[in-house]
């Protein structure tokens, strides 16, 4: 019975750093990569969460998709905070390429150069990239 | 008779409207969907692109595409007409045929 009142994972905590480069609904990448990033982090790890490429594209801000019949994910990216996920960076360049700045998300995130995100990227133990 | 071209790749990620635009004659039609409607923002490092045939080919993108996206409220390229998937259909009558540049 005690293996199962304790629900904290008390297995390795490892720095994880998930990279999201697709845009949202032209490929399943996103979603998919979203459910594994709030998987992780279930689990307790050490997450960071970066937006690069089109990747950035998934945080824009006013998607509406009843048009197309998809499910409209944005919103679940609010929900990271509560899972403990607060690492959460898009880079300055593909912003810059695509037209965005930070008032067009629909979170807050850290922007990063990419040569800051190589650093970061370099500190991590596991990286995974949607 | 004039072709339509169709584009669904996002524009910094696939070469797909170059080489559409590479083969796109006067007088042709390219309509943006899915993925491709990012091509349609202006201020972009794609925007030289579709801004520099404007005059002479007809850009159209899907509109619910653009919505889905979070790009209506995003300033688009002059010269870019959206439709909807009405217009879609409309547009694949009235053209000769349609190229998809997957």
Known sequence: ?130 | MALLHTVNKSPFERNALSDCLRRAKDGSAVLLIEDGVYAALEGTFATDEISSRTGSVNFFALAPDIEARGLGNKPLIDGITLVDYGGFVDLVEEYSSVQSWL
């Not at chain 1, 629900?7 to 697709?22: H, L, Q, T």
């Not at chain 1, 990448?29 to 979203?34: D, Q, S």
Request: aromatic share 10%.
């Open chain 1, 1 to 130: 019975m005690d293996e199962y009142e304790d629900d904290e994972f008390d297995g390795p905590v490892k720095k994880f750093m998930f990279v999201n480069r697709k845009a949202p609904y032209g490929t399943v990448y996103a979603l998919e990569g979203l459910e594994v990033v709030l998987i992780a982090a279930a689990f307790d790890q050490d997450v960071s969460m970066v937006f690069a490429d089109d990747g950035v594209f998934q945080i824009k801000k006013d998607q509406e998709t009843s048009g197309i019949n998809m499910k409209n994910f944005s919103p679940t990216f609010r929900a990271l905070e509560g899972y403990d996920v607060e690492k959460v960076y898009a880079e300055k360049e593909s912003l810059e390429a695509r037209g965005l700045s930070e008032d067009d998300l629909v979170i807050p995130v850290e922007v990063l150069s990419s040569s800051e995100l190589a650093e970061l990227m370099d500190t991590q133990e596991v990286v995974i990239t949607f």
